[in-house]
């Protein structure tokens, strides 16, 4: 069984800072990557930024330059360094794990960027 969960969201100004974090439990040590997805009110949920076991990372092009993945090995954390946010970031963001075969998500932390 493999339990995700997020922490770290909250109310920002445009141009602020927020670090999530997503703790894994189970045997999330052999994961093949993990990462992040955010979905805004009334659109579908889209790939943020993943990280796969190799380390090699994959971002959208509308966080490039502005948000970091990591992620913490022996802590089975991977975690989201989000820099010069924009009112347009707003959305609930998903932690997510590929194991095998198998996609797991946490519950969701909301992310709210005000102007």
């Known amino acids: 069984q493999v339990q995700l969960v997020e922490s770290g969201g909250g109310l920002v100004q445009a141009g602020g800072s927020l670090r999530l974090s997503c703790a894994g439990s189970?045997?999330?040590?052999?994961?093949?990557?993990m990462g992040w997805y955010r979905q805004a009110p009334g659109k579908e949920r889209e790939l943020v930024a993943t990280?796969?076991?190799?380390?090699?990372?994959n971002y959208a092009d509308s966080v490039k330059g502005r948000f970091t993945i990591s992620r913490d090995g022996a802590k089975n954390t991977v975690n989201l360094q989000m820099n010069s946010l924009k009112i347009e970031d707003t959305a609930v963001y998903y932690c997510?794990?590929?194991?095998?075969?198998?996609?797991?998500w946490g519950r969701g932390t909301q992310v709210t960027v005000s102007s």
């Open positions: 997510w794990v590929t194991i095998g075969a198998y996609n797991y």
């Open positions: 990280i796969a076991s190799s380390g090699s990372t």
């Open positions: 189970g045997t999330i040590f052999s994961f093949n990557a």
